[in-house]
């Protein structure tokens, strides 16, 4: 269906132009109403005194401090996510099992629960008043209001992503590849590296930069975890509210406008993958 | 290396594919498993290979009990219905790839590995196609490299699940008598499933006929189509009509009310004749005649109203100057009798 | 009974490897990001009391922030409901300049964190924004109202009703249309008892999801919503509130109030996936 000819839709089953028209015209002005308008909003609003300060709003040690810290909750999340995704996938995908949609609704969670709540969660574990709690503070180790509190809450609300990108391609993939290559002497390890793997190599690509982008961009969650020691635990999210709430418009937005690009990036990326897999469907067919 | 299965079993819930199967594959020879669906056929073929786990019985290679191995340690070639060729390699990468996943040990070198896929690749004669992708191939090409990917490990074994299903009728035919000829040629012991009598009688040494995952009957093609054991094998091989009959002193006769046994005559084993002309004659009319084809095929009515279908060599039918709604009778010249179940 | 008539209940018999590694990886990793911090909550509210718990519950102000925080979201659920649907439709049917883009741009919501958005809404919507300023002039205030709280949900959920509606078009049958129309129907007719029957049970997927994640936003409603206790205060602020006085109790009772309904909504959009027939396709989050 993804190559076939599209013929020019008989009269019988389109509208009307004027109502083409209208319908078009609608969406349009909706869309740019609440969608283009705010991010053309945050590029101006950032440029508005000049690339200069745009640039400079740089070189606030505590902006500088966030940006790392988000990088770093990323550059541990992202991983993580990524082999459970896979591990998930796996399981889920290619065996049937007792339990199974149980355990996917319960990787659907994040999506139904308030990312509030997630970060309380944490803090009612681990926090000084927590479950955990005295026991953290006599050995000295720091989740909450510190950097593993924030990693946690960040793999928290972002590990679906990846495995609800594999999951349904490998289930439609199906185990004949995987056998075929086992009963050609391949190990277990060797089967998932160079047969299943490949297969869902663009997929795979996708989740990690979508995971990476809402991983970098998540705010309730670690909001609720991080305490907001300026220069500690701000991420990017939690500086910007900072810098806006102090009414730093131009360096809020400048940071706004850091995560905006990698919003559009993901965008890209998620169109790219879309037509190379487009492409892949029509040679198949 | 001979196949030796004993005492299979396998249920999946509450749905038995397979009820406590015996058969014997010798070695070098080519055997079809051959059984409408859920016959259990791609089940013990699978079993055999390694891709499923039976509940219970065993599997031996030349008398040595391989249950217990995997199906990458089995050593057997399969082939697909659906081919399950790796769709983002090569041609050549997909039957080289039992090669490149050996042990550092074992494997052979690039070189050696370069010269066993271009002979498998002159052997299916796709020469030309090494760099292509599965995608860009037809049905039959796909067939072909699964197959060469399966040979290129030199299992001791080939299975073959409903190899030709997913293709056309014409490339079917094709690719069914290549197969005995690379069979003939490389002299792998080889099973393969197949649901089209045609296949199995052409092509294999032997034929096991399955039916709700038990094995009615095997033998060589000739035996299994003209001596059936069961009145399901003599149903399921070839047409067939029907007659209600009885066993009077050793010989049948047929009959117009049931009475516990079922007679069985070919289509080209009944005569027809215009005066009553040996045992079991009946009277008939002709209802419909198809005169193109090798054969004549003459649908009649019985005096008792029943449909019987004869076929006869265009010769005979012109001897005879039939018409549509003639009266004649027809006597069954070879006969099978089974005891109603 | 032995291990492997166990086995043999719980999964059905495969010879792919790796079950039990990625399996017992999954439920590792699930049982420490998720199920262990959620029983925390429970049990840690569990500590309360019927009685308290219950009081905190129904105070006026927790009251209040349910009704401004599900009522939010249930107009805007509607709003894309209908525009998210004709969104769909003008994307799937229609071919016009510049359609790629917005595809594409549909996805924003999902890519771009909540705080970029909250602040790029509010700048637009106050007072001297750009919209802000044209429709405070006609007496329509946007910002630091109630309003404004439905208009960042609007956004928010934009995506969930067109990429749930988007995939039943593109598969629905032009030949259905095209007897209607042989019949004698007019184009809304056929609409009406044709088409939307069809598209049904996604847009109402799409609803729900869109609901379940409004109630829950944090991120781009607290900074236009103004967030005045009684009037502009949404739940998941109310829970931070109570987080930030150390009324663990009450952010507790809360936060389970909101995971009850969480699971229900969760339920209640896994039921409806399976009625759309897509169980297997990524919700979005």
Redesign the interface.
């Known amino acids: 269906m993804v190559n076939a000819v599209r013929l020019p839709a008989s009269p019988a089953v389109t509208e009307s132009a004027p109502i083409r028209g209208v319908l078009i015209g609608a969406s349009v002005a909706f869309m740019a109403a609440f969608l283009f308008a705010p991010l053309v909003l945050i590029f101006f609003a950032a440029f508005k005194q000049g690339i200069g300060a745009y640039f400079q709003s740089f070189t606030n040690p505590d902006t500088l401090a966030a940006i790392r810290l988000t990088l770093l909750a990323a550059a541990i999340a992202v991983p993580c996510n990524l082999v459970f995704g896979v591990a998930a996938a796996w399981a889920i995908g290619k065996f049937e099992f007792f339990g199974k949609s149980f355990l996917i609704s319960l990787i659907d969670l994040p999506f139904s629960v308030s990312p509030v709540v997630a970060g309380m969660t944490y803090v009612l574990l681990f926090g000084a008043q927590g479950l955990l709690g005295p026991w953290l503070v006599a050995h000295d180790v720091h989740i909450i209001f510190a950097v593993p509190g924030i990693v946690l809450a960040t793999i928290f609300v972002t590990f679906p992503f990846i495995a609800r990108e594999l999951l349904p391609l490998i289930a439609v993939q199906g185990n004949e590849e995987e056998e075929a290559a086992l009963t050609l002497g391949a190990g277990g390890w060797q089967t998932f590296m160079r047969v299943t793997l490949p297969n869902v190599k663009w997929a795979l690509l996708y989740g990690v930069i979508l995971c990476n982008a809402r991983a970098m961009g998540e705010f309730g969650a670690v909001s609720v975890v991080s305490g907001h020691i300026r220069g500690l635990t701000d991420t990017m999210p939690l500086q910007i509210e900072v810098l806006y709430n102090d009414y730093q418009f131009v360096p809020a937005f400048a940071v706004a406008s850091l995560l905006a690009l990698l919003a559009l990036a993901t965008l890209i990326a998620k169109s790219a993958v879309e037509w190379r897999v487009g492409r892949v469907k029509g040679e198949a067919a | 290396m001979s196949i030796a299965v004993r005492n299979i079993t396998k249920t999946f819930g509450r749905f038995t594919a397979l009820d406590n199967v015996d058969l014997d594959i010798p070695r070098g020879r080519l055997v079809a498993l051959l059984g409408p669906s859920g016959s259990g056929k791609t089940t013990l073929l699978r079993i055999i290979a390694g891709l499923e786990v039976a509940d219970s019985g065993v599997v031996r290679f030349d008398g040595e009990d391989i249950s217990d191995r995997t199906a990458g340690e089995r050593r057997v070639g399969f082939v697909f219905q659906h081919y399950a060729l790796f769709r983002h390699m090569t041609v050549f990468e997909n039957i080289a790839f039992g090669l490149r996943v050996r042990p550092r040990a074992t494997r052979p070198s690039q070189q050696r590995i370069r010269e066993r896929v271009h002979e498998l690749l002159d052997l299916i004669q796709l020469r030309n196609q090494a760099g292509r992708y599965p995608s860009q191939l037809s049905g039959g090409q796909r067939q072909r490299v699964a197959l060469a990917r399966a040979l290129a490990v030199e299992p001791s074994v080939l299975l073959l699940d409903e190899p030709f299903g997913a293709l056309d009728a014409k490339v079917r035919l094709e690719l069914r008598r290549w197969l005995r000829q690379l069979h003939d040629e490389v002299g792998v012991t080889s099973v393969f499933v197949t649901h089209d009598q045609d296949e199995a009688l052409e092509v294999a040494d032997q034929v096991a006929v399955m039916n709700g995952g038990k094995i009615e009957q095997v033998g060589t093609p000739d035996e299994v189509y003209n001596n059936p054991a069961t009145s399901f094998v003599y149903n399921f091989l070839g047409n067939v009509n029907l007659f209600h009959g009885r066993v009077d002193n050793g010989m049948a006769q047929i009959q117009k009310e049931d009475s516990g046994h079922l007679v069985f005559v070919r289509p080209h084993a009944l005569e027809i004749t215009r005066h009553p002309n040996g045992a079991n004659h009946f009277r008939a009319t002709t209802k419909h005649i198809n005169v193109a084809g090798p054969l004549v095929k003459v649908e009649a009515v019985t005096e008792w109203g029943a449909v019987v279908h004869v076929e006869m060599p265009q010769e005979r039918f012109r001897e005879l100057a039939l018409v549509k709604g003639e009266e004649v009778f027809i006597t069954p010249r070879d006969l099978a009798v089974f005891a109603k179940e | 009974m032995t291990v492997t008539a166990a086995l043999a ?11 039990g ?3 017992g ?3 590792f ?2 049982s420490l ?6 029983s ?2 429970f ?2 509210s569990s500590k309360i009391g019927w009685h308290e718990f219950w009081r905190v519950a129904t105070t006026p102000r927790a009251i209040a922030s349910y009704e401004l925080s599900f009522g939010a979201s249930l107009i805007g659920a509607l709003i894309n409901f209908v ?1 998210g649907t ?2 769909a ?3 799937v ?2 071919q ?1 300049a510049g359609k ?1 883009i ?1 595809d ?18 509010t ?2 919507y106050a007072t001297t924004g ?2 802000g300023k044209p429709l405070s002039d006609i007496g329509i205030h946007v910002a630091f109202t109630r309003l404004g709280v439905v208009v960042a949900l ?2 928010i959920g ?1 995506p969930f009703v067109v990429r749930t509606v988007q995939p039943v078009l ?2 629905l049958d ?1 030949e259905l ?2 007897a209607a ?2 019949l004698g129907a007019s ?1 809304l007719q ?1 609409f009406a008892r044709v088409i939307y029957p069809a598209i049904f049970p996604a847009a109402i997927t799409g609803f729900a ?1 869109a609901f ?2 409004g ?5 781009s409603v607290i ?1 236009i919503a103004g967030n005045m206790p009684m009037k502009t205060e949404i ?3 109310l ?2 509130t109570k ?1 930030e006085e ?1 009324d ?1 109790a009450g ?2 009772t809360l ?1 389970v109030v ?2 009850l309904i ?2 229900v ?3 209640t ?2 039921a409806l996936q399976r009625w759309n027939g897509r169980d ?6």
Not at chain 3, 280 to 285: K, S, T
Request: charge should be positive.
């Open positions: 209940k719980f999964k059905r018999r495969s010879i792919i490897p790796g079950f590694l990625t399996l990886f999954t439920i990793y699930l990001i998720v199920l262990i911090p959620l925390a909550t049990v840690e525009v004709m969104i439709w003008v994307l049917r229609y016009f790629r917005l594409s741009i549909v996805d924003l919501p999902f890519a771009l964190p909540t705080a970029v958005a909250g602040i790029a809404l700048t637009l750009w919209f609007t956004f934009l593109e598969d032009k249309e095209e129309a042989s184009r056929t999801l379940a994640r109630v829950g936003e944090y991120g900074f739940t998941p602020l829970i931070v987080l150390y663990y952010a507790t936060a909101m995971l969480s699971f909504m969760l339920l959009i896994n297997e396709a990524p919700a979005r989050g």
